[in-house]
């Protein structure tokens, strides 16, 4: 059976795969047949099918990057429709016009701990027709330079973050001639305020990102930005073919185009493992893809409009909810010159006292130490907070990463 498969196809074989097989709600092969599967469900039954030796045989592993505890997930589909899936995406970077053959791209992405994204991106830059430099997130801002100069790099792919530190390195560096005249980031998303540095930094032409993740495979792409992203949203491009979307309401009822609610998933890209009504608690919607090209791109490709994730970012903090994207806001004002952040909380409860609240901050100007009091006392007397909390001004390397795919954690809490 040829790749995409039918919607058909995948349905049949999930209702009698050890995945579903279990739980699926009447003998009708339908999408409403299957209930809703998050990480954790899915965790469990791939753990419960790995018992099978035959489940093993041929097959692409991945860990998940997102956040179950303390506990590893192992995502596996089969690795001739992983191949097919990546060299789709890689095709759609170049109809885009993302990214060619005249492109030479330093992958700064993650490989370790058998995170595999500095693998992925490789080869949907070279499925696109550019060439790919795999330098990894681990390579020292000091060797990157020569390595750019060596090869003629005009090109740079990485995750948000280590984008960030090494934007910083080049800025602090000013005797490196370095332009990237494209930009591929996957993890977080960047804020304006971000997503100006760079720009700044790397004097480059147009930014793009990739959605997608461990389970879904690589979906979508953002067009190329030539210009900063003021919107609340991001946009990607995908092949309506490729991936089954539905857009949910609070109650898990389906809602006309256009309008946002819950994203879930069912991919027509992996009939060995199906994925069937997979939920990431992202917020979106989904719309028509128009471009000057033609009808033909009208029809084969959508677009998914990305708001986030749900529950809305906010932490408890002595009674009080914070929300995170307030503080963003106040934050991204310039004369505070601040480049990413965290926030940890901590607890002595056992010592009877009350729990505690760092800030951690990194700033472009790292000699600013006039300005520092005068920042330290606006952004308590924003939060409404002064003995409860702790502002410190660090370096990336501080800042509490993820342990499977190094991002940055915007709040850890220790409590």
């Known amino acids: 059976?040829?790749?995409?498969?039918?919607?058909?196809?995948?349905?049949?074989?999930?209702?009698?795969?050890?995945?579903?097989?279990?739980?699926?709600?009447?003998?009708?092969?339908?999408?409403?047949?299957?209930?809703?599967?998050?990480?954790?469900?899915?965790?469990?039954r791939i753990e419960f099918a790995m018992k099978d030796p035959e489940f093993l045989k041929s097959v692409y592993i991945s860990p998940s990057g997102g956040s179950l505890g303390t506990s590893e997930f192992?995502?596996?589909?089969?690795?001739?429709?992983?191949?097919?899936?990546?060299?789709?995406?890689?095709?759609?970077?170049n109809r885009l016009h993302a990214l060619d053959e005249n492109d030479i791209i330093l992958n700064l992405h993650q490989s370790t701990k058998m995170y595999r994204s500095l693998e992925l991106i490789g080869d949907l830059i070279e499925y696109a027709g550019a060439t790919n430099i795999p330098a990894g997130t681990l390579a020292e801002n000091d060797s990157l330079p020569?390595?750019?100069?060596?090869?003629?790099?005009?090109?740079?792919?990485?995750?948000?973050?280590?984008?960030?530190n090494f934007a910083r390195y080049l800025m602090d560096h000013a005797e490196f001639d370095i332009t990237f005249k494209k930009v591929i980031y996957t993890s977080e998303a960047l804020p304006s305020y971000q997503e100006e540095y760079i720009r700044k930094a790397f004097r480059c032409q147009s930014i793009v990102s990739i959605y997608g993740s461990s389970e879904v495979g690589p979906l979508g792409v953002s067009l190329p930005s030539t210009s900063i992203n003021?919107?609340?949203?991001?946009?990607?491009?995908?092949?309506?073919?490729?991936?089954?979307?539905?857009i949910l309401n609070e109650k898990g009822v389906p809602v006309p185009e256009g309008e946002v609610g819950e994203i879930v998933f069912t991919s027509l890209m992996r009939l060995r493992n199906p994925l069937v009504r997979y939920r990431t608690y992202d917020v979106g919607s989904v719309h028509p893809f128009t471009r000057t090209d033609g009808e033909e791109d009208s029809r084969k490709y959508r677009c998914l409009r990305l708001y986030g994730?749900?529950?809305?970012?906010?932490?408890?903090?002595?009674g009080g909810l914070f929300d995170l994207n307030n503080i963003q806001k106040f934050l991204e004002q310039k004369q505070w010159g601040v480049l990413e952040w965290q926030v940890i909380i901590d607890s002595d409860r056992f010592q009877g006292k009350s729990?505690?609240?760092?800030?951690?901050?990194?700033?472009?100007?790292?000699?600013?130490s006039e300005d520092e009091q005068t920042f330290k006392k606006e952004f308590c007397d924003f939060l409404d907070l002064q003995d409860e909390v702790t502002i410190n001004g660090v370096e990336f390397e501080q800042l509490e990463k993820g342990v499977t795919a190094n991002k940055t954690r915007k709040v850890v809490d220790r409590r």
């Open 355 to 368: 729990d505690r609240l760092e800030f951690r901050f990194v700033f472009k100007n790292k000699n600013r």
């Open 230 to 246: 003021q919107n609340t949203f991001r946009e990607f491009v995908y092949e309506a073919e490729s991936m089954v979307i539905e």
């Open 74 to 93: 192992f995502f596996i589909t089969d690795s001739a429709e992983n191949r097919q899936q990546r060299q789709q995406i890689g095709k759609l970077f």
């Open 1 to 44: 059976v040829a790749m995409p498969f039918s919607l058909g196809n995948i349905l049949q074989r999930a209702a009698s795969h050890q995945y579903y097989s279990s739980c699926i709600l009447s003998q009708e092969t339908t999408l409403a047949a299957f209930p809703l599967t998050d990480k954790i469900q899915l965790k469990e």
């Open 146 to 164: 020569p390595l750019c100069q060596k090869f003629m790099i005009n090109g740079l792919a990485g995750p948000s973050s280590r984008l960030l």
């Open 309 to 318: 994730r749900d529950p809305a970012k906010s932490f408890l903090f002595n």
